[in-house]
Structure formats: structure tokens, C-alpha cells
């Protein structure tokens, strides 16, 4: 079964679209010659340029898909993903933590741990983060491979393999420049090809007005679908299953922390900008755009609400759990609402727009790794003297055996489909505990670097054996999360909880009985051992600051807006 | 031609003209042969193919390698 095919205009929008990708890989393989501009992009980004590549490099193969299909299951509280567990943690990220990960002249995240803190704490934070990036691209990988199977009828390894070829292609030929570059057109992309489905959505629907009334006729309890914080006084009062607490302490404060500020996946397109200011400046514009994309990723679950629920609606979806064979669950949302308004051409464009998402990620998480692999794992432990000529070589290959390891995911998910649960689970434990050993590393002059390795070790472990137990004694979960019928995104916010936590209290308690390094040592690397940021005087439109505060402001009156 | 990073700018704008012709003509044959899909006499593919147009040609305009040369790009 597949829902429908493409027109040959469409074929020319998709093929066009690869031929452009692999056009800027092409154009930059001259210039991409030294391992300072295969790996950080010459320090040259712009703001404009990192600031988007920040964002599209975030999403994930099925974040139109996967979010319009959460909105169409919870409602429109998955707005919240984008807005209060992102923005306060990418501003944070843009006006405190830059100026330290900046201005130590680090090459990664696990680049900045080893000057605050020595070997042992890179080497684990490299390693995890190496082996749970190419897991998650292969991962990614399938899931795409899988949708355009159900969707048009693509063969699975064709996709598979002519995406993440293209992929390797351009990546090994430009470099990060050529992954950033392409981040930005892959970003234009998938507005240019998503925004049919809200504009001619809301024309059905009557309106913002219209839709609004629609759900509430169509569904029972229509009110938790429609509010962000008014129904979050219990966990029984939304379908989601969270309460307020969940969302501000487990989403926003460590989920959206951690990832936002320490997965170098995103802090790499921001860390190699040409100056200070550019450093700040490009996540805040990134702030701005990540708060754009719920119009076009909520909005059409929204939209799904209010067309496919319908009394006799002749299509009716159902949970992924309850479907049987021929039958449209929550996740086909968006590909069917698609199919709704776009004929040939715009068809094509929102196939590009699905694609274009999936690669920007996985474009990211080779260009990622591959700078990890070689700065923080190939040199200080394998070869720790060699030619520039070596390790761009060495940039080169790993990126394209990370191509490739990822496929061997892909297909092994194939057979194994839970693994795709476990994984993304897995991803979860390496971020919080992260998260606290940066913080401390940043704002705590006392911590050593024994603390920090054993703090992080510790925060590790600690997640791995509460989802092992979890899964080995289904009652251990009313001493995770506090109660028996916690859901499992319940679960994994208070897993991140306990870890973060373990990682900080074990990291302090530690430093407490080791010595620390000097205070000279640690300039430009802590808060109150770096001497204040001479800022070069700037109108004040070119401040980052002020925009900052205007993204804050923006993201509080939308809260108030949607209460 | 040397890729510099101002030129993504001109790439965006030239694959959205690209884009917006495609769909401009697609949407011209669409004038006569509607497709079956949902609101198909609001004409959505001209429309948007005209909008795309519009943004590609401003693109290029504003970013066109041969003038902005030597500047420094933003």
C-alpha cells in the first residue's frame, strides 16, 4: 500500500533538489584543503548562516512528521518542545555560556572539557558522543527510509542509500562549511515546501477562529488540546500525562539545557563563527527561527484535528499501537494532509521539504562526529603527531566510515525495530549528565578534574541502570518517576532528572576532597577567573543582548497568549 | 566560480527561481486540468510558484556574486 506517487514534475523538483546539495560540495572541494577549514569552517561563519544551520542542523528525520503527529495525539501543549524548552536555553547558551566556549579557542565540547578539566572527562564525553551520534543517524535513517516506503512506494535501500551517499558526498568533499552552507538552503527548503499545509489548512478550516471552533466540536475534552499551562495542574488533567513540574523542571530546565548547550552537534555550527559577537548573535537569530516552526509542525496536527476527526471524515486515523494492516495512524498526519492540498509540483516540493529535514540532521551528525573523532579521539590517543595533510585525511574518511556505520544501523534496525526505542533512550543519558559537568566547569572555579570524570561516569551509569531496571522490573518505575502509571516520555524526564543530579552531586562532593587547578590556570575558561569581554562599541541594533531580551519577551507573550 | 559564503545566499535565490518557474508552469496546466486534491480552485501551485519567484528574484538581486564582490557580506 502507498498513499501516492509522483508526477515527473515532481521527480525534477526531488532530483534538482540533490543536484543543488551536492553542487555546494563540489564548489567548496577546492578550498576545502587544510584541516582548519575542513573541521571549523575557517572560523568564518556568519550570523545569519550559523544561526540557521544551528536550527535545521537540530532536526531530526521526522520532526515535521514525529511533532504534527505528537500535536494530533496531545495537542498543542508539543509546542512547548519548540518554545519554553528551547528558547530560554538557546539564549542562555548565546549571551553566558559563548564567551567561555569561544574565547577558550576550543575545537568541540569535549575539546572545552579537556582544558578545564584534562584527558579522562574528554575522552568519555568523545567517546559517548561519537558512538551515540552515529547510532542516532542510522536510526534516522531508516525511519526516513521507512516513511517514503509508505508514502510513495520507494524502495527502502534505495533510500537509504542514495540519501545518506549524498550525504557522505558532500560532507567528505566540503567539509563543515559544506554541511553548514547546505544546513541553510536545506532550511529554506522545508518552509518553502511545508507552508501549503498550514496556509491552505487554516483557509478550510475558516480561520485561526474556524479551526479553533472545529476542535472543539470534534473532541471531547477540546480544552487541554487547546491550551499550553492551563491544564497542567495534574497529570490526569491533559492527554500527555504531565504536570507543570514535568514541563518546567524536566523539560526546560534539563532537557532543553543540556541539549541546547552541550551537544556539539548544535554548539559546533555556533563555536566556529568568525567573532564573539557573530558567536552570540547567530543563536539568537536561531532563537527566533526555532520558535517559527511550530506554524509549520503544530499547526498542521492542529489542523489534522480539525479535518480528520470529524464525523464522517472518510479517513480515520488510530494509534500506532492499535493498527492494523492498512490502517493510518497518528504519524501519517502530515504526509496526508500534504497529499490533501498539494498537487503535482507542490507535491514534489514538500517531498524535498521531508528530505531536506532528514539530511540537514544527518549532515550534522557526520559533520559532528567526524570533528570529534579526529580532534578528541584519532590525536591525543592514536596519533598524536602527524601532518595537517594526515588528519584532514583522517576528517575525510572517518566521515565517510561514519556513512557508512550508520547504514549498517539502518540496517540493523531493519531487523530489529525496538532497537530504534532504545536508542533514542540511550541518547538521553549522555546529555543530562553532561549538561551538569559543563555547568559546574563553567561557574564553579572549586570543581576538579577528578569530580568532573567521576561525576559524569557516575551520571552515566546511573541512567543506564535505572532504564535497565526499569525494564528488567516494571515496578522499579514508582521509584524513578514516582508513580506506577507514569508514560514513557514521563519517564525519560525524570531518568534525565536523577542523572543530571547524580552527575552534579558526585562531581561536587568529589572536588571537594581533590585539589584544584590554579586560578591561573583556568582564565578564559571559568566565570570569575576571565576578565570581562572587552565588547568593541556597536550600535545598539548589533547588540546581542537586546535581541535576546526582545526573543524572551516574544516567547513569554506567546505563553500568555496560549495559556 | 569560487564558493564563497555570501554565494549561498545567490544558490538559495537561484534554486528558488528555479522552483517558482516550475510551478508557475505547473501551475498554468493546472489552470485546465485541476488536480484531484482539496481547495484545488484556490489554484495553490501558481500562487505559490509566483511567491517563490518573487523571493528567488530578490535573492539573486540582493546577492548577485558579480556585485556584492569585495564586499564584505553579512
Known sequence: MQFTHLAPVDLAIVAIYFAAVLLVGFLLKRETNTSESFFLANRSITSWVAGLSFVAANMGALELMGWAASTYEYGIITVQWYWIGSVPAILFLAIVMMPFYYRSRATSVPGYLRQRFGEPSRALSAGSFAAMTLLMSGINMFAMAKVMQLMLGWNLHFSIWASALTVAIYVVLGGLTSAILNEVLQFFLIWMGALVIPILGLIECGGWSGLTRRIITNLPHASSYLHVWSTLGSPQANPMGVDWFGIIFGLALVAGFGYWTTDFLVVQRVMVARDLRTAQMAPVIGAFAKMAIPIIVVLPGLIGLGIFMRNGSPIHLVPETAARVGDYTYNDVLPLLLIRYAGPGLLGLGVTALIAGFMSGMAGNVSAFATVWTYDIYQPLIRRIATERHYLAVGRWSSLLGVLFSIGTAYFALHFTSIMDYVQALFSFFVSPLFATVLLGMFWKRATSAGAFWGLLCGMVISIFMWGAVRTFPSALKFVAFSASAKPMAENLYRMWWSWLTCLVVTIVVSLFTVPKPASELAGLVYGCTPKAVIEPVTWWHRPKVWAALALCTVLSLQWLFW | ?74
Do not use: C, E
Open chain 2, 1 to 74: 566560480m569560487k564558493m564563497r559564503q555570501a554565494n549561498i545566499w545567490f544558490l538559495v535565490g537561484l534554486l528558488q527561481t528555479i522552483y517558482g518557474l516550475i510551478l508557475v508552469l505547473a501551475g498554468i496546466r493546472q489552470l485546465s486540468h485541476p488536480p484531484a486534491t482539496a481547495l484545488a480552485d484556490l489554484h495553490a501551485t501558481l500562487w505559490a510558484g509566483a511567491a517563490i519567484l518573487v523571493m528567488g528574484a530578490i535573492f539573486v538581486a540582493t546577492n548577485n556574486p558579480r556585485r556584492t564582490r569585495g564586499k564584505s557580506s553579512r
